[in-house]
T-cell receptor, first 112, second 115 residues
């Protein structure tokens, strides 16, 4: 079974501050882990993914995430928040079947 | 450009009618496609796995007779919401994960409103 838990349904940061969105996963098989961003009434845009190899993954728009197997975590970070980062963020886990299981999402607000 | 195309992007229908949503894989042949539903302010929930040439596999709690899935070709899956009710109003998203890829590609979603 696979599942994802996102801690914090709402996160607010000041513009220029560090962004940290938390994600923990549960998987009975080696997981593929993803972060997606969603803007209102739009589909999902892939930020980054971890499949194998280097545990620190860099994505688009300055985001990165680190896969920590010992902590079953895949937290998303960005050193300096920008106003355009305000959106809904979803962590997801997938396995070999192609089905995705999403966390409940974290709404990021950036305060000017 | 888009890899997965959904149509329509928005639809409003009357209660009791049926609505068909199309999901097309533009760049890949897809023996398997996935349908998700997202209620307002909530996450995406997997509804069913669409299998080309065979029956769809539904997640627990999803009514297969209400949400009819047809995957007649390698590039097209359709989701028909039958006898729609206001509680079916939601954002429906399909996805394709091409063979050999770890990444899935998502459609832009369909906003269904049942009045």
């Amino acid at each position: 079974a696979q599942s994802v838990t996102q801690l914090g349904s709402h996160v607010s940061v000041s513009e220029g501050a560090l962004v940290l969105l938390r994600c923990n996963y549960s998987s009975s098989v080696p997981p593929y882990l993803f972060w997606y961003v969603q803007y209102p009434n739009q589909g999902l845009q892939l930020l980054l993914k971890y499949t194998t190899g280097a545990t620190l993954v860099k994505g688009i728009n300055g985001f990165e995430a680190e896969f920590k197997k010992s902590e079953t975590s895949f937290h998303l970070t960005k050193p300096s928040a920008h106003m355009s980062d305000a959106a809904e963020y979803f962590c997801a886990v997938s396995g070999y079947t192609g089905q995705f299981y999403f966390g409940t999402g974290t709404s990021l607000t950036v305060i000017p | 450009g888009a890899v997965v195309s959904q149509h329509p992007s928005r639809v409003i229908c009357k209660s009791g009618t049926s609505v068909k949503i199309e999901c097309r894989s533009l760049d890949f042949q897809a023996t398997t496609m996935f349908w998700y539903r997202q209620f307002p302010k909530q996450s995406l929930m997997l509804m069913a796995t669409s299998n080309e040439g065979s029956k769809a596999t539904y997640e627990q709690g999803v009514e297969k007779d209400k949400f009819l899935i047809n995957h007649a070709s390698l590039t097209l899956s359709t989701l028909t919401v039958t006898s729609a009710h206001p509680e079916d109003s939601s954002f429906y998203i399909c996805s394709v994960r091409p063979s050999g890829n770890t990444e899935a590609f998502f459609g832009q979603g369909t906003r269904l409103t049942v009045v």
